[in-house]
């Protein structure tokens, strides 16, 4: 498998590949968030981590199930899914650092998450987690597609579309306050 950025790659086990996304601001980078379509794969793999206890779930993504393994992460439920109206994004997980934090999100098939901008925050949307199909980011009328990190500074409003598959992405949120909600301006 070849590294997709320096903190989230695949890495072959078998026949299977594991997502592994790292943190590297702490001294030395910490395995956070593992990924797996294969929940038995997944499940030997945290056991031989020595990055400490990780909550193995499972993701519905249309017909598909994807199981991930998540460490110092708080599962969000019911409307903490929900980050704004007039989104298809759900955030399944989110990790507050402070001025740093994380979130897992989950984008449906064929559709899009608000417009919106963020006046001291910048966010980082790394390659997909699942590659089902190829999200797209899109800054006015300019489309990027997601194959390696994307920084989006503060000031610049943004959107991520999906194409006929869902998306199932991490994202890095830096700033004050990094996952609250007082800098968000939407259209």
Request: charged share 25%; with cysteine.
């Amino acid at each position: 498998m070849v590294s997709v950025s320096k903190t989230a790659f695949w890495v072959p086990v078998g026949q299977t590949a594991v997502f592994h996304y790292l943190e590297p601001y702490r001294p030395g980078p910490k395995l956070i968030a593992l990924g797996c379509h294969d929940r038995q794969v997944l499940e030997q793999r945290v056991k031989r981590s020595r990055d400490g206890p990780f909550e193995v779930f499972p993701v519905r993504l249309g017909t598909i199930v994807f199981h991930l393994a998540l460490k110092g992460f708080e599962k969000l439920y019911g409307e903490d899914q929900k980050r704004s109206n007039g989104s298809a994004a759900r955030y399944l997980a989110s990790r507050d650092l402070g001025d740093r934090g994380f979130l897992v999100q989950v984008v449906s098939a064929n559709a899009k998450t608000s417009p919106h901008g963020h006046s001291k925050k910048t966010e980082r949307f790394g390659r997909p987690i699942l590659r089902l199909g190829t999200p797209t980011f899109k800054e006015g009328e300019r489309e990027i597609k997601l194959h390696v990190s994307h920084f989006v500074p503060a000031g610049i409003w943004h959107q991520l579309l999906t194409n006929s598959q869902p998306a199932l992405n991490m994202i890095e949120v830096v700033g004050p306050d990094a996952l609250g909600m007082d800098d968000y301006v939407r259209e």
